[in-house]
Structure formats: C-alpha cells, structure tokens
C-alpha cells in the first residue's frame, strides 16, 4: 500500500500518510509555463497497490486534470491497482439535467477517472449517493455524520432539533437525528436564479430549540445563512452548522461570520486554512482518521461500511 498526494490538499494527504504511518510517494507536480500539468514518480510502484488523493475542489478543472493525469501515471507504472481517494468530488452537484440541454457533469468527470484508470473511488458525503452509480467500479462512500453527532454530543446541546437546510438534505439531516434521539424540520428552499436561495417555509416546531443544520456543502454560504436566519425569526435558540464540505466561494467566510449561526463546524475535506484565518465561528474537524482507517480497510479488504455500525 502506497500513497501518492495530489497539491489541492497536502495537509490532509500528510495527516492521512501520517496516521497509516507511510511515506508520501515520492513524486514531482508541478505546472509548465502554459498550465499543463506534469508528474514525475520518482520511486518504483509496480504491484503496489496505490492510493491517489485529489480534492477536485476550486479550482476544480485543474485539480480534476492533475487526478486524471496522475492516475494515468500510476496506470503506466504497473501499479497494481489504484483508488482515487476524493475527499471532496467536485461536479458532484451537476448529477442531473434540471433544465433541458445541459450536461450532467458529473457523470462525464465519472467516465473521465474510470477511463484514466482509477480501479476503486473512495469519497466523502458524494453530494447524491447515486453518483456511485455513475461508475462501474467499486465506490466506497464515507460519512461525516457519526463524526458531527460526536462533536453535538462533546458540546452537550440541549432541546435540540436537527434541521435540513433543503429537501435534498433530509436524509442526511434524519441520519444525524437518529444518532443524536432528536426531532427534525425541514426547510422549503428555492433557487430564484443559479447561486441565490430563498427560504419559503420551515416545516416542524423550531421555538426556543437549539437547531442543528446539516449539510453536505457550503459554497457561497447563502443557503446556510438564510436558513439560519429564517430559525433565528421563527424563535430558534442558536443555531449551529455542521457542512462537510467547505467550499466557501467569494465573500463566504464574511457571510458566515455577519451572520446568525452561532458556530459552523466543518471538516478538511477543502484545504481552507488560508481562507478562514481568524473566523471566531468556524471550527475545523480532521477526516483524516476516517479516511486512513477506510484505506487501511480497503487495502486489507475488511468491512468499510462496519466503520458506521
Ligand atoms: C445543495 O443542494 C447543496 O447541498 C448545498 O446546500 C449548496 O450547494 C450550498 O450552496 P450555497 O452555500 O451557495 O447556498
């Protein structure tokens, strides 16, 4: 079992080879003057099995490129198999056509990795469980939730009610109430136009309930932000947010910390220890124990969905 790091996360590749207590590969990214990206393996890897993290988070199209390219390079070196480890899938979000003659994305970026070939996909909270079917080899799809219901339960939350910020996330938002023994709400959410969201109703009793959001992703914050507002004026308590994914475009992070989320726990799926410097509200929580633990299973060919039980 090797393991190769791609450049959108380092951290995370570095705290992952540290808790499996391995060496990065040693390799060599870099760009031409021009963009292309080149890779250089400069260790024998023939009959290892090779694990590849790549975030494809912003920006996404390189960092998807540097995947494909990397995994081709491993391909060309007689690894033996290769699992693409994708913390955060990018394009995930475009897994359908919502309106006539548009692309579905994400099964194009599936098709992209498969054909590179990648042998296996490990992500993290794919934004659709579908999407694992968008690939004909194996996925394994980790989750976020016990870890969040972990950190509820270590601030010791009470009257608590677990809200979903929009009907895709009910699923996820009825997983964490199971494990934490609460009641849910759900919120109407519309998109008006592409990156803006309007809250329309809040379906169940939120008056002076402490409310944990769910999420998958948090990309310009508006979602979230509006959400927690429309809690804070139906008589919330506080409201804290949990999002696996920090996507955090533009003016986010100033969103976040204008607004009225009382804390915003996330995790190092994105690299964002740039971006979120100072913030007095979010909170950062490593998947790298997770993860490791889920390659170690794979490369050991043990149980992976026992990590949830
Ligand atoms: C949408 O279905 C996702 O789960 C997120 O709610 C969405 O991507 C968040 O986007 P934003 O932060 O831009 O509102």
Known sequence: MKVLAGTSNLRLCKDIARQLKL?????????????????????????????????????????????????DALRRSSAKNITAVIPYFGYARQDRKVVPRTAISAKLVSNLITNAGANRILSVDLHAGQIQGFFDIPVDNLFATPIFARHVKKIKLNNLICVAPDVGGVERTRALSRRLNSTIAIIDKRRPSPGKSEVMNIVGNVKNKNCVIVDDIIDSGGTIVNAAKALKEKGAKDVYVYITHAVLSGEAVQ??????????ITTDTIDNSKKIGRSKKIEIISLAPMISEAMKRIANSTSVSSLFK
């Open 255 to 264: 969103k976040i910390e204008r607004s009225r989320i009382k804390k915003l």
């Open 23 to 71: 060496k990065l590969v040693n390799s060599h990214i870099r760009r031409f003057a021009d963009g292309e990206v080149y890779i250089e393996i400069n260790e024998n890897i023939r009959g290892n099995s090779i694990f590849v993290i790549q975030s494809t988070s912003n920006p996404a199209n390189d960092n998807l490129m540097e995947l494909l390219i990397c995994i």
